[in-house]
């Protein structure tokens, strides 16, 4: 095996993780919405309606905006094609994920003051009537389903960062461009088009219709969202390392015994649509006494977030090698340090997600274990001990997840993560998610002989 995680530096790891939960009473990680990045749906307003259809309205947009982001959310080092052609060699593409959650924001809020008719059906109080966006939202099923390539580039570009380009007075070996283009943008459209599909075809047009039929459950809607969005099935076959895994025969690859899957951004859309729509929302509590009587405003607050796992994109990773919690077999450390590209697929790349998902794994166990042990020691008021329970239900894969791509970014930018940042990027260079779960990784596959 290549792979192996250091137990000492987990523990390590962990209980600094669990110091600062302890010292700063949270686990300090940024809000879903708090940088701006994302579309909340704010100034939306149906008819000026402020009661829970409006508020559902809402709802859908955001939701909509959330599988619309994470449909794409993959890849974004690679210049497209038309660049390449151009022949600038020094050019670099400088999309990172805010610029595309930025971008989609601007997109969704085109609509957000338009003061739309209300029909006689939405007038009456009737909670099986389906939330549908209106035609007028850009990311709405109907117009995602006939999206193309030429419109979406339009719908985008506009919105990113402006590129950089030579004086006349550079040359290409002096100045190393800069670029903000979507690349894949071919890929990218399909998956759109599926997503509106989908959701047309299954969900009647209706993102929270598909939601609901989760009850409240991460674990299904990762179910149903690979059962009917292909683009976010991918799996191993360790029957055919290195095969293309086919998304045509997923009755197949769901049972088979020799599938390894892992569950990335089906689990990010899950957790991206919690956070903005679920996470620490009181529906009781919304300003007008109209809202809260609609059981669909409570749809989004999953009561299972801890079957979800960590998303092992190349942050995470990278983060884990750099605090020595993940270890490399030589031969792999080289490559990876070279900026060697890891084949879709392979064993390394496998091993080097698996072994993600099982350190963040041990690191929520190590963590909640810390703070629970404080929470029975001697001296803590029952105000005290409640708060510290409170603050080890909120330790999940998901937030450690959180905590880690934040703490990476911060290193990344200061240019503290090393060398393994470059290639890290590149072991995920694909665009459907690889899926996961979490109880077929340990029987698959032996990451050495640290943690069984």
């Not at 008819?47 to 890849?75: H, P, Q, W």
């Not at 402006?162 to 943008?185: A, F, G, H, M, R």
């Not at 959180?402 to 260079?429: P, V």
Request: proline share 3%; charged share 25%.
């Amino acid at each position: 095996m290549t792979v192996f995680i250091d137990r000492d530096a987990l523990d390590k790891f962990a209980d600094e993780i669990a110091r600062s939960i302890l010292a700063n009473r949270s686990l300090e990680v940024t809000e879903w919405d708090a940088d701006g990045w994302h579309y909340t749906g704010t100034n939306y307003r149906k008819g000026g309606r402020d009661d829970d259809y409006s508020e559902l309205m809402r709802m859908e947009r955001v939701a909509l905006y959330v599988l619309t982001l994470d449909s794409i959310n993959f890849c974004f080092w690679p210049l497209s094609s038309e660049t390449e052609k151009s022949g600038a060699r020094c050019a670099k593409n400088d999309l990172e994920y805010e610029h595309l959650a930025i971008a989609l924001r601007k997109v969704a809020e085109a609509d957000d003051g338009e003061i739309s008719q209300v029909s006689e059906d939405e007038r009456v109080d009737n909670t099986s009537i389906t939330i549908r966006a209106a035609s007028s939202y850009a990311l709405s099923p109907a117009n995602l389903a006939l999206l193309t390539p030429a419109k979406l580039h339009a719908m985008l570009q506009p919105h990113f960062p402006p590129s950089s380009s030579l004086d006349e007075k550079d040359s290409e070996e002096d100045v190393s461009l800069k670029t903000y283009e979507l690349p894949n943008i071919n890929v990218r459209c399909q998956l759109l088009n599926e997503l509106g599909k989908g959701l047309l075809e299954r969900h009647d047009g209706s993102a929270l219709n598909m939601i609901s039929r989760a009850n409240r459950s991460a674990d299904a809607l990762v179910g149903i969202i690979l059962d009917t969005f292909p683009g976010f099935r991918d799996y191993v076959d360790t029957d055919q390392w290195n095969a293309p895994a086919s998304t045509s025969d997923w009755t197949s690859a769901k049972s088979s015994s020799s599938v390894i899957h892992f569950y990335k951004r089906a689990q990010i859309a899950i957790a991206d649509i919690w956070a903005a729509l679920g996470r620490g929302r009181d529906c009781n509590s919304l300003p007008s006494s109209t809202l809260g009587t609609d059981a669909r405003l409570r749809i989004c607050q999953f009561g299972d977030m801890d079957l979800i796992t960590t998303f092992p994109d190349y942050r995470v990773p990278q983060i884990l090698r750099h605090v020595d919690v993940l270890r490399y077999e030589a031969s792999l450390a080289k490559s990876v340090d070279d900026r060697v590209e890891l084949e879709k697929g392979s064993i390394d790349e496998v091993s080097i997600r698996a072994g993600t998902v099982v350190s963040v794994e041990e690191i929520v166990r190590r963590v909640k274990e810390n703070i629970s042990k404080a929470a029975a020691s001697s001296g803590n008021s029952d105000r005290s001990v409640s708060d510290l329970r409170r603050l080890a239900d909120d330790v999940s894969a998901v937030t450690i997840d959180w905590y880690l791509w934040q703490r990476g970014e911060k290193l990344d930018r200061l240019n503290l993560l090393g060398l393994h940042q470059g290639s890290a990027q590149h072991f995920i260079d694909y665009p459907a998610c690889v899926t996961f779960k979490f109880a077929d990784i340990k029987s698959n596959l032996q990451l050495g002989n640290v943690i069984a």
